[in-house]
Structure formats: structure tokens, C-alpha cells
């Protein structure tokens, strides 16, 4: 287990990286966040405006700005800055862009002496991850992408309004890739420890109207729900990234939907796809496999075959391959 101090730094000031900021302060999540934006002038001014917030906080956490030198230190990077998706167009339709400026991120990270975890939020996260591992040359168990775990929060919450229950009484995942060939694994979903589709073959005409496929599509559709209504998703992600940032400072074990590294399990490998995993001080102590329904795994390489097909696309030839 790594002896972790509480230093974060987030690559990217905008409205997520922003959000993620405020989270961790709010929690207490982190002893030192540094900001590093496209221009020094913004990661500045964020930093500033939530130094701020200090008087109304549980503990006070130092929030200054900083530049891919100063991250050598650093526990864990947190990577928001990407390219904007624009309407009409999905995440993997910004993968050229994303992949060019990650480049141009990841590496003076690295040249710093960075030996921590990463912790991707850029879309296409899945393919970013994975992009980030090959570039940074880290053991894949340090490259983290939040994948399917606001996804997973998601659905949580949708199941919760239907049967009145708080989320975190639902346990269950969405799997896949967070995007279009997303699916939810319903034979791992429990409410209260018992199966939904027990449930739901004991209580027949009570949830005679529910249509698990259409909760799995809203799971899905929700982000893009938000950003046809206000141009952006932030408070969600940014919760689901201080999430998974406390589970590796404290070494909390936490069982996430995240992007990981697939070597082997769920017959994969050289792969970057939302599975859950146990997040601990060294990021990923371990993946789950589960033992997915006939349809659900043909679910899961189909999800596969659409990451493999874009990871393919990516331009790593001047990337060290281990």
C-alpha cells in the first residue's frame, strides 16, 4: 500500500474539473488540490475563487494553480481536459481531437517524475484510458477512467424513483462502454440485497408497466438528457471523480464501475472497458468478474468490438509498447 499524502492535482479548470474541485473540499477529501488549466490566468482564478469556501468547510484544503512540473508529487491526476462534444455528435466522435491534446498532457506529466494514479474523466473515457496507459508507460492498475460509474449512479437513481427507496439501497452496474453500447447487467442489480428480477417475478402486476429496457435506455440517454437542456454535464462526474479520488487516498476498497484495463478477465485483453473494480491506495487492487447472463456478455463483447475498433484508430506508434 502506497503512502499517500492527500495531493491531487486536476488537469483541466472548466465546469467539471471545477466541479470535482468543490466536491473534494466539500468532503474533505484531498490536503492540496492543484489546478492546471488551458491558460495559468483560469487555473488561477479557480483556484482562488475555492480558496474561498474555506471559512464554510469541514477542514481547510490549500487550492493553488500549478503546471505539469509541479506534478511529480502529486497522488493522484485527476484528466477533465478534453475536447467539447457539439451537438449532434456522440463521444467517440471527438476521439481525434481528445486523442491529440492527451498527448500533448501526459507526457510532461510523466517527464515530472509523476508516479501516482491517474484518474480520467475525458471522453471518450474509455479510449483516453487506455490511451493514457500506453502513454504514461504506469502498470495498468495506476490508470483509472470514471467509465461507467456515473452511469451506474445513474441507474441507481432512476430505480430508486421508481420504487421510492433512497439509491444507495440499489446496488447493480451499468457496464460497458460509457456511451451508446453501454448495457445494464440486471442479473447483478439488487434492491435491498434482493435480485430485481426476483422482485419483479414476485410482484408481477404490481410492476406490470415497468420496462427494464427503457430504464436502461434513459441510464444511458441521461447524460445527453442534460446537455441538450444546459450544454454540459458537471456535478454528477464531478462527484463520481472525488469518489473514486477518497476510495485511492484512503485506501477505502470501494467496488466502482470504472474504466480498466481488461487483461484477461472476461476473456479480454489490451482492452480499457467499464467493469467493476476494487479501488484502493495503488488505484485498482483488484477486478471483478461477473458472471454475466448469456445475453449480457454478448452485450459485453459487443462493447468490446466498439472500443476495439476506435482504440485501433488511435496513432501510437511513437507510444513505447510494453
Not at 422482485?199 to 440517454?221: G, N, P, S, Y
Not at 458472471?291 to 472500443?307: A, D, G, T, Y
Request: glycine share 10%.
Amino acid at each position: 500500500m502506497r503512502n499517500r499524502t492527500g495531493k491531487v492535482a486536476i488537469v483541466g479548470a472548466g465546469l467539471v474539473g471545477s466541479s470535482a474541485a468543490y466536491s473534494m473540499i466539500n468532503q474533505a477529501i484531498a490536503g492540496e488540490i492543484m489546478l492546471i488549466g488551458r491558460t495559468y490566468e483560469k487555473a488561477f482564478g479557480q483556484a482562488l475563487d475555492l480558496s474561498h469556501s474555506m471559512d464554510f468547510t469541514y477542514q481547510r484544503t490549500k487550492v493553488h494553480a500549478g503546471t505539469y512540473a509541479d506534478c511529480k508529487d502529486m497522488d493522484v491526476i485527476v484528466l477533465t481536459a478534453g475536447a467539447n462534444i457539439k451537438p449532434g455528435q456522440t463521444r467517440l466522435d471527438i476521439l481525434e481531437e481528445a486523442e491529440i491534446i492527451t498527448k500533448d498532457i501526459v507526457q510532461p506529466i510523466m517527464e515530472s517524475g509523476f508516479n501516482g494514479v491517474f484518474v480520467v474523466a475525458a471522453n471518450p473515457v474509455d479510449i483516453i484510458t487506455y490511451l493514457v496507459w500506453k502513454l504514461s508507460g504506469l502498470p495498468r492498475n495506476q490508470v483509472i477512467g470514471t467509465g461507467t460509474s456515473i452511469d451506474s449512479s445513474r441507474l441507481k437513481t432512476i430505480l430508486s424513483e421508481v420504487f421510492s427507496i433512497d439509491p444507495r439501497s440499489v446496488h447493480g452496474y451499468a457496464l460497458g462502454e460509457h456511451g451508446e453500447s453501454q448495457f445494464v447487467a440486471w442479473s447483478h442489480v439488487t434492491i435491498g440485497g434482493k435480485p430485481i428480477l426476483h422482485i419483479l417475478d414476485q410482484h408481477k402486476e404490481r410492476f406490470k408497466t415497468l420496462d427494464l429496457e427503457d430504464i436502461a435506455r434513459k441510464t444511458r440517454d441521461a447524460g445527453w438528457e442534460i446537455f441538450t437542456r444546459k450544454g454540459s454535464t458537471q456535478f454528477g462526474i464531478g462527484s463520481a471523480i472525488a469518489f473514486i479520488t477518497r476510495s485511492i487516498l484512503t485506501d477505502d476498497h470501494k467496488i466502482i464501475a470504472v474504466s480498466a484495463i481488461l487483461d484477461g478477465e472476461y476473456g479480454e485483453t489490451d482492452m480499457c472497458i467499464g467493469v467493476p473494480a476494487i479501488i484502493g491506495s495503488d488505484g485498482i487492487k483488484e477486478l471483478l468478474e461477473l458472471n454475466l447472463s448469456s445475453e449480457e456478455m454478448v452485450k459485453f463483447k459487443h462493447s468490446c468490438q466498439v472500443l476495439r475498433n476506435n482504440i485501433n484508430n488511435l496513432t501510437i506508434d511513437d507510444i513505447a509498447m510494453r
